[in-house]
Antibody, heavy 121, light 106 residues
Framework: EVQLLESGGGLVQPGGSLRLSCAASGFTFSSYSMSWVRQGPGKGLKWVSGFSGSGGGTYYADSVKGRFTISRDNSKNTLYLQMNSLRADDTAVYYCAKGRGSWFEDSFDYWGQGTLVTVSS | EIVLTQSPATLSLSPGERATLSCRASQSISSYLAWYQQKPGQAPRLLIY???NRATGIPARFSGGGSGTDFILTISSLEPEDSAVYYC????????FGGGTKVEIK
């Protein structure tokens, strides 16, 4: 059974940093693309960042480029999102999502339960 | 950026009725479109990928169609548990989502 479990969310001041983690199980983690998708309060879904599988690259939405860094540790089956220079408009539930294949441009067949990030003073 | 426009914003129907949701892309995306269902407090669930392929475990009452710029999600006979927000997502050029259609069951 595929499982994705996010952690690391919380309250942070504007300009602060936070690191999200997503522990994966039930599939060959290294072979699949993984992404972070966020959802602001009462808003729709927005793709944030993706990491292609099988040794592929990293990709970012313009709104987070230069501030967020996605990484993965295939030995620990874990995806990360390092978020720096956080702003109020980064406030959202952040979901970890598994791609159906190895390329980052994909649909997402499994999602975590989400972790809430609140940026406020 | 490819913009996905979903309509209507809200759909209110009775159990057993047919629901038709639309997603229009700002440029051609071939068949690279997915549909998701999201219930309050839950993560999205993949319903349809590549325009017309049902994901694993999705009931047959959900079907998708279209190509190019115009896509449809059909729920053939609404069940009470289909009350949710439905999102489309394209993967032709980066990744974007539509704004969602809320389906209410009367």
């Amino acid at each position: 059974e595929v499982q994705l479990l996010e952690s690391g969310g919380g309250l942070v001041q504007p300009g602060g940093s936070l690191r999200l983690s997503c522990a994966a199980s039930g599939f060959t983690f290294s072979s699949y693309s993984m992404s972070w998708v966020r959802q602001g309060p009462g808003k729709g879904l927005k793709w944030v960042s993706g990491f292609s599988g099988s040794g592929g690259g990293t990709y970012y939405a313009d709104s987070v480029k230069g501030r967020f860094t996605i990484s993965r540790d295939n030995s620990k089956n874990t995806l990360y999102l390092q978020m720096n220079s956080l702003r109020a408009d980064d406030t959202a539930v952040y979901y970890c999502a598994k791609g159906r294949g190895s390329w980052f441009e994909d649909s997402f067949d499994y999602w975590g339960q989400g972790t809430l990030v609140t940026v406020s003073s | 950026e490819i913009v996905l426009t979903q309509s209507p914003a809200t759909l209110s129907l009775s159990p057993g009725e047919r629901a038709t949701l639309s997603c229009r892309a700002s440029q051609s995306i071939s068949s690279y479109l997915a549909w998701y269902q999201q219930k309050p407090g839950q993560a999205p669930r993949l319903l349809i990928y590549d325009a017309s392929n049902r994901a694993t475990g999705i009931p047959a009452r959900f079907s998708g169609g279209g190509s190019g710029t115009d896509f449809i999600l059909t729920i053939s006979s609404l069940e009470p548990e289909d009350s949710a927000v439905y999102y489309c997502q394209q993967r032709s050029n980066w990744l974007t989502f539509g704004g969602g259609t809320k389906v209410e069951i009367k």
